[in-house]
């Protein structure tokens, strides 16, 4: 090996008053989650594109002089144009007032289906990690049991029978829904139940309840909030799926899926009816999954590194 | 193995007890009774019809009943169709919605895989980004409207592919694009991330520095394993291939198990509705059971004795 002169080395100055001094400002975990969200191109068009979605279902109906639900057999199936700007439907319905009032109908069974997962599943899952043992043990074979059981097959069943209303599509949606919100919230509260914090709030005589809510769910909320980020996408797709069985909302009651649906009937000669409701279905469905991804990402910072 | 087969079995069993009771049940308290029609049956008929239908028993000697027919696979009859059992209908329509169901996943697993491969070799290139936006793509529009822009302007406007019916391979192509399209979606995404993770492996690094090709690199020491989590997803897939069956087979009117599904749905043909739903339940939880046995047996990282994964 070839020698190296010493002279060769020279000291670039590193002072020890230095190596204490903190370069950046500290930041905590969700400011640091921000700020790496922030970054992802593709999450922040998937969140502008949401907000605008929002802005929309409030305002949009509003927006035309025409109803959602008023028939007007003289203007059936027009085409886009100056006074209707979706076009109209096969009764003369104004599809734009539709497709505004759809996004409310859509949006809203997303946001219950997640909720109510969020809810059922918390509760099941932190109950089943957090006391362990006998209780977890008999709680999650129950989950595993359902989690079985194949959810679209479930879901068409109850609404065959139950018969198809905004409650009852909620309601079949979320019977098995809940279990993956379950198993994470468990697998978190596992890992976390052991933690020192958890002790002292113990020690200083902290409830159940309260550590759960104080404690054990803040510190899972990321991959909460990702799962349910995720559950939306899925709810609006499945009902736009029920409403093509024919289980969809009754009319004159509009969701994207029966408007889709009424359009495909339609497709050779008025392709808008089908254009619209389906644009915003796939729009919705992409606005979710990447805002969840990059939400998965910007919580786990060491999956991004290897994407 | 055999100890972590017979648990998963178990369970197998149980939600499959699950979903029968909860059909048989739900079939129960359904508006009207099997025979509820435009014309009133007269009183004897009827009495003589829920005889021959054993409705006149008690419940649970109907439930009874139901259990060991399926154990023994029949699923019973057709109420809107008369001499049409389900079983009939499975046979008549399964072997069609397999076809139709194979021809989706060699696509999607084929194109998929391919795809996937090539954005994680390219790694934010063009290629990258492209087979990315056909994923996204893929994931955010729905198999039903999918089918529908397939159909119209493959079949309707350019004329190409045949718009409906089952007879020769060109009626098959639309169809299985269709119901391929979203898992195929699901497969490049995944095969890109897990290629990623084993690329940044150091026996890979090891591979480049002994001088193999990168063809031979690519063979032997990346694909194999950044496949391991598409086998995983090969449950979920037959899911998926199910459910979107039913739309698909309807749009092209293909003469499976799916269409006389959504038939039975719309007709309120309970008995049919109860039925393949009992047949579908087997069909997937017995493949997701031979999905994660297979997992196991591929993978030697995955230790089934110990029966929990994950954790």
Same mark, same amino acid.
């Given at each position: ?307 | ?159 190409? =592919?045949? @718009?409906?019916?089952? +007879? ?8 299985? #694009?269709?119901? *391929? !399209?979203?898992? /195929? ?10 290629? =990623?993770? @084993?690329?940044?492996? +150091? ?8 001088? #193999?090709?990168? *063809? !031979?690199?690519? /063979? ?92």
């Amino acid at each position: 090996m070839e020698q190296i002169a010493k002279e060769k080395f020279q000291v670039v100055g590193a002072k020890a008053s230095d190596a204490e001094k903190i370069s950046k400002p500290s930041l905590s975990f969700w400011k640091d989650v921000r700020i790496r969200f922030r970054k992802n191109k593709l999450a922040m068009f998937g969140i502008i594109i949401l907000i605008l979605l929002i802005i929309m279902a409030i305002f949009g109906p509003y927006m035309t002089k025409f109803d959602y639900a008023t028939n007007d057999l003289m203007n059936t199936n027009k085409e886009p144009s100056g006074t209707h700007w979706f076009g109209t439907d096969d009764l003369g319905r104004d599809m734009f007032a539709r497709t505004w009032q759809g996004a409310r109908i859509s949006l809203l069974i997303g946001v219950m289906a997640a909720l109510i997962d969020f809810v059922i599943g918390v509760t099941w899952g932190g109950i089943a990690g957090f006391k362990g043992g006998r209780v977890d043990e008999f709680m999650m074979r129950i989950a595993d049991i359902l989690y079985g059981v194949p959810y679209l097959l479930l879901v068409i069943l109850f609404m065959v029978v139950l018969g198809a209303n905004l409650t009852t599509m909620i309601l079949a949606m979320t019977i098995t829904g809940w279990i993956n919100m379950a198993r994470i919230v468990r697998g978190e509260v596992l890992s976390l139940k052991n933690q020192e914090y958890v002790l002292a709030a113990k020690t200083l005589g902290a409830s159940v309840t309260r550590i759960m809510a104080r404690h054990l769910i803040p510190n899972a909320m990321g991959s909460i909030l990702v799962t349910m980020t995720l559950t939306i996408p899925n709810a609006i797709f499945t009902e736009a799926f029920l409403s093509f069985l024919g289980l969809g909302l009754t009319p004159p009651l509009a969701s994207w899926g029966t408007m889709a649906n009424d359009g495909l009937a339609a497709i050779q000669y008025y392709p808008w009816r089908l254009f619209f409701p389906a644009v915003l279905i796939a729009l919705t469905i992409f606005a979710f999954n990447v805002i969840g991804d990059g939400l998965r990402d910007a919580l786990d910072p060491r999956l991004r590194n290897k994407e | 193995m055999v100890k972590y087969i017979s648990k998963r079995l178990l369970y197998m069993v149980l939600s499959l007890f699950l979903i029968i009771t909860a059909t048989f049940f739900l079939m129960r308290i359904a508006p009207g009774n099997p025979f509820t029609s435009e014309k009133k049956l007269p009183p004897e008929i009827e009495a003589s019809l829920n005889a021959h239908y054993g409705l006149n028993k008690p419940w649970y000697a109907q439930y009874g009943d139901y259990l060991v027919r399926i154990a023994q696979w029949d699923f019973g009859p057709s109420f809107k169709y008369e001499s049409r059992t389900v079983n009939d209908l499975i046979n008549d329509g399964f072997p069609v919605s397999l076809a139709l169901g194979a021809e989706a996943i060699l696509f999607a697993v084929a194109i998929g895989i391919l795809l996937g491969v090539i954005a994680a070799l390219r790694h934010n290139k063009w290629q990258d980004y492209t087979a990315m936006i056909i994923a996204v793509f893929g994931i955010s529009v729905p198999s039903f409207i999918m089918a529908t822009f397939l159909q119209y302007i493959f079949a309707i406007k350019l004329g190409l =592919l045949p @718009v409906a019916r089952w +007879d020769n391979f060109s009626n098959t192509i639309l169809p299985a #694009l269709a119901l *391929g !399209a979203t898992p /195929m979606a699901f497969i490049a995404r995944l095969t890109r991330s897990s290629m =990623l993770e @084993v690329l940044s492996n +150091d026996y890979i690094k090891t591979a480049k520095a002994k001088g #193999l090709s990168r *063809g !031979a690199m690519i /063979m032997k020491h990346t694909i194999r394993n950044a496949l391991m989590p598409v086998v995983s997803y090969m449950g979920p897939l037959s899911a998926g291939i199910i459910t979107g069956s039913f739309v698909i087979e309807k749009i092209f009117g293909i003469p499976g198990l799916g269409s006389h599904f959504v038939l039975s749905i719309s007709n309120r043909d309970y008995t049919v509705i109860m039925g393949v739903t009992v047949f579908y339940s087997i069909l997937l939880l017995v493949s997701i059971l031979l999905v994660d046995i297979a997992y196991g047996l591929i993978d030697p990282r995955i230790k089934l004795a110990g029966g929990k994964k994950g954790e």
